[in-house]
């Protein structure tokens, strides 16, 4: 396991988390960097990622406005800075790398199905 998500939590709705993805022996500054969440007995859903540059961005629509991704690469660690939490927000979130940030980069990452190198995750629970 190369990277590893932190900083989930319990919160109300409407309250805020920042999530952190570390790369243990990994320079995460040569890939861009996806964020995914997976509720138990559901599929794993791509959320947002940012290019190794972190000049692009994606998010899907149920997060734009709310999440923000970002990386700073001197300290190898990218973040998901996660305002307005809503109940459907709970899940477990996870970071792994790819060649490149998008709609279809995400879809590969899944298809590709390492999911053993994507860590454990990191539990945000949110509460009404």
């Known amino acids: 396991v190369q990277l590893q998500a932190s900083g989930g939590g319990l919160v109300e709705a409407g309250e805020s988390l920042t999530l952190s993805c570390t790369g243990s022996a990994l320079r995460l500054d040569d890939y861009a960097v996806l964020w995914f969440r997976q509720v138990p007995g559901k599929e794993r859903e791509g959320v947002s990622c940012?290019?190794?540059?972190?000049?692009?961005?994606y998010y899907i629509d149920s997060v734009k406005g709310r999440f923000t991704v970002s990386r700073d690469n001197a300290k190898n660690k990218v973040y998901l800075q996660m305002n307005s939490l809503k109940r459907v927000d709970t899940a477990v979130y996870y970071c792994?790398?790819?060649?490149?940030?998008?709609?279809?980069?995400?879809?590969?990452?899944?298809?590709?199905?390492?999911?053993?190198?994507w860590g454990q995750g990191t539990l945000v629970t949110v509460s009404s």
């Open positions: 792994t790398t790819w060649s490149y940030c998008s709609k279809h980069g995400m879809e590969m990452a899944l298809a590709a199905d390492d999911f053993d190198s």
């Open positions: 940012i290019s190794d540059s972190g000049g692009s961005t």
